[in-house]
């Protein structure tokens, strides 16, 4: 199931991980720039709760839903990991650890959503503090980026704790995104609780943080912070990944997708190109970081523009992208092959098949 509201704040999710990814996001000074005080972090926690958002929609279907889930999270996994292996340079890589959320999602996608925010919220608090104990004595930092030459004990300690994205506190974004995911997103006065609810959460989370001494540093952090000190969970920074980091991300996420659901059409469907095909175009962004290295403002409207054209060319002909495309086949064979087996027949014609899935949202 598309829906251009959906797409649209995916697009923006899209182009702000890439701007953040293009610029400077922290001075000389250790302040944040006008890029980083944007994107950085906002974009990518985004990123996540659309990827929620995209699985609920997708399991709507019924069953195969979750063996075509964990297909798609084997082949983007690979993809991620694939990408650091090659390039082995800068930007850090999302896909693996969005890969790893694809499986945290499978047993939770008949969960309805009251249990899901309400284990969001449990989890925003507790996943930071249990993150700081396990992490007792390791380095502070994200370390080498995941890839296949990793060993298979540190690939997993990388993407569930350590790393740039660690699934242990970000699946507070999957938990809150599988339950909008549930909500009737076609309804308007759902656009606007969700605009009302992250407006309030996103300021709460960083009045609470100021108020209670906003911990050590208000500096960018890279995915965790130290864990020598218990004081750092109270920081709201930037990819702190801290109560307060992971409430405001997740209430600025909801305000941006409440605000995507009712935009005007030509708005939304430009915005919703690059939203509709954010595999092929992330990972082309990534190839030609890793490649070619390009930094600054004019790289990114050069890489936003053509976003937008392919994304709206690609959406406009009811095309998917290349590696969407053989994302969908090979999940969608595989929930053929489960509902051949339970003997069933798949509950949707091919056209509505193609239409969305689990993760291509």
């Known amino acids: 199931m598309r829906i251009t509201g959906v797409d649209a704040a995916r697009g923006l999710a899209l182009l702000g991980m890439a701007a953040a990814h293009l610029h400077a996001t922290t001075g000389p000074d250790g302040r944040a720039t006008v890029v980083g ?5 906002r974009a990518s926690a985004l990123f996540a709760v659309l990827a929620g958002v995209g699985i609920a929609l997708g399991s709507r279907r019924g069953e195969g839903a979750g063996a075509a889930l964990v297909v798609r999270a084997l082949l983007v996994g ?3 990991l694939g990408l650091e292996t090659v ?8 896909l693996a650890q969005y890969a790893l959320l694809f499986l945290v999602a499978v047993p939770l996608l008949r969960v309805p959503a009251p249990a899901l925010f309400a284990a969001a919220a449990v989890w925003c608090v507790a996943s930071p503090v249990l993150s700081h104990v396990l992490r007792a004595g390791m380095p502070d930092g994200p370390g080498p980026q995941p890839s296949f030459t990793m060993p298979p004990g540190e690939l997993i300690v990388t993407l ?5 994205y660690p699934v242990l506190t970000w699946t507070t974004y999957l938990l809150v995104g599988l339950g909008v995911g549930r909500l009737d997103l076609a309804a308007p006065r759902t656009a606007w609780r969700l605009v009302g609810a992250g407006a309030a959460l996103a300021v709460l989370a960083l009045g609470s943080s100021a108020l209670l001494g906003g911990g050590p ?9 130290p864990s020598d000190d218990l004081a750092w969970l109270l920081t709201a920074a930037r990819h702190s990944g801290t109560p307060f980091d992971l409430a405001h991300t997740t209430g600025t996420a909801l305000l941006v997708l409440g605000l995507c659901l009712p935009a005007p059409r030509v708005v939304g469907a430009v915005l919703a190109g690059p939203g509709a095909v954010p595999l092929t175009l992330y990972t082309a962004h990534i190839v030609v970081g890793g490649l070619l290295a390009p930094f600054g403002t004019a790289v990114w409207v050069l890489q936003a523009a053509v976003a937008l054209v392919v994304g709206g060319l690609l959406r406009n002909a009811g095309r ?9 086949a090979a999940s969608g064979a595989v929930r053929e092959r489960v509902l051949r087996w339970r003997g069933r027949a798949s509950p949707a014609p091919p056209a509505a098949r193609r239409s969305g899935g689990p993760g291509a949202a």
């Not at 005080?37 to 972090?41: C, Q, R, T, Y």
């Not at 569930?160 to 740039?164: A, F, I, V, W």
């Not at 540093?217 to 912070?225: D, K, L, N, V, W």
Request: hydrophobic residues 45%; charged residues 15%; proline residues 8%.
């Open 320 to 328: 998917r992208g290349p590696l969407e495309f053989g994302v969908a």
């Open 160 to 164: 569930g704790l350590t790393g740039y």
């Open 87 to 94: 390039l082995d340079a800068p930007p850090a890589v999302i």
């Open 78 to 80: 690979a993809l991620g």
């Open 217 to 225: 540093s208000g500096e960018q952090r890279a995915g965790i912070t």
């Open 37 to 41: 005080d944007l994107v950085a972090g």
